[in-house]
Every structure is written in C-alpha cells, then in structure tokens.
C-alpha cells in the first residue's frame, strides 16, 4: 500500500475528510494544502451516476474556461490551402503536411490541441491509433473538426483555455481548472463553467442521482470533498 510523505500527512490533517465542503472553501483549501514546489494544477474529479458501458451514457463535451488553465497550449491543425493560411494568421503552432502525418505515424506529438477541416480527415484517420489513445484525435462533437472559416475561432478557444472533458470507464472525470496561482475567484468561475458544462452533458438516460461525488484537489496535495448539490448549484 502506498504511504503517503510527512509533507502530505501534513496538509492532509487540515482537510476533515468526512466533511463536504462549499465549492468556494474547498477551492480555499485545496490551493492553501498544495505543498508542490512548482505551480500545481487543481483538478475537479467527479464521480457520475453513469454507465459508461452504454453509448448513450458517454458524457462528453469541452467547455471553454474563463480564465484558461495557465498554461501555453500548442495547436496543431490539419489543414491546407485557404485553411492553413487562416490557420498560420490565427497563430496555430503547427500546419501539418504529409510530413508532419508521417512525423506523428512514428509517435511525434509534441503538441496539446489538434484541428482538422473536414477535407482533411481522410488522412487524419489513418492516425487514430496514435492520437486516439491520447485525447489527441480531432473529433466534429469535440469541435475539433471544423471548416476552414470556423479555424480561427477554434484556434482562438483551444489556445483560451478550451478543455475536453470524458467519463472514463468507471464513471469519473477528471478535468483541470487552472493554476494553484490563481485567485480563489478564477478559480471558482472557472469550476463554475466547467460545472455547467457537465450538467449540460447529463445523458437522458441517467437514472438516479447524477452528481455522486465532486473533489478538488492540487497536484501533490490532498483531496477536499465539495458538497454535490452546492457544486450542482455553480452551473445554475
């Protein structure tokens, strides 16, 4: 069984684990027990009333936060023509060509977002295997298949701080916020966002209690339970 370190043990006592904390306070102490060195990420995990063993049960969505995650995003785009012109103008990191495919065939990925125009997916199929696994594949219910006109706006939302989310196979989400640098206040619009997006996303055919279990926690620090129905409030 894994021990946790002194530091850990530290922060962890000041965290009631049989308390549900409002999103507000657990936002407060989640930032205030990362003991990281570096500046953390605070995460939302999310237990769902969902099984994603049925198709129409996968909640899946993006939503664009607020106040990003602080951090650079590099963007790549499949496209070519007038599309990868507007792609260079709207400051996308990479234009891929048939290089770059070949690039990405060989394990390249050195980038976090990728776009495609519909043109373009013939050839980005044949890289499922790679970017599937990844979170990498450009996806038209993701908004990351677009037409050469909407690029800009893409490009602009994915270098914004746009974030997919996606239930995992026991029901979970795991979705960053933001930086452990940012204030209390960003970070709670940006829970908030991302709150709404989620209650958007629930599936009509999701019986019982949807919201089962709502945690904020730090990179390296302690998990604080946030009461479900407060957390389900921010979206409203």
Known sequence: MHKHGKKYREQAARVDP??????????GLAKSTSYSKFDGTLE????????????DQNVRDVVV???????????????????????????ADVIADDETIKRIQDGWAEFDVAIATPEMMGKV???GRVLGPRG??????????????????????AKAGRVEFRVDKTGNLHVPIGKVSFSEQQLRENMS?????????????????????????ATMGPGVHVDPNMAASEAA
Request: net charge positive; proline share 9%.
């Open 125 to 127: 199929g044949r890289l």
């Open 44 to 55: 939302v995990h999310i237990r769902l009333g969902v099984d994603p063993k049925h198709a």
């Open 136 to 157: 990498l594949m450009p996806n038209p219910k993701t908004g990351t298949v677009v037409p050469a006109a909407d690029l800009p706006r893409a490009i602009r939302e």
């Open 193 to 217: 966002a991302l709150m709404q997006a989620v209650m958007k996303a629930k599936p009509a055919t999701a019986k019982g209690t949807y919201l089962r279990k709502v945690v904020v926690a």
């Open 18 to 27: 049989l308390k549900h904390y409002p999103p507000g306070e657990a936002i």
């Open 65 to 91: 936060l607020p106040h990003g995650l602080g951090k650079v995003v590099r963007v790549l785009v499949f496209a070519d023509g007038e599309g990868g012109r507007l792609a260079q103008e709207a400051g």
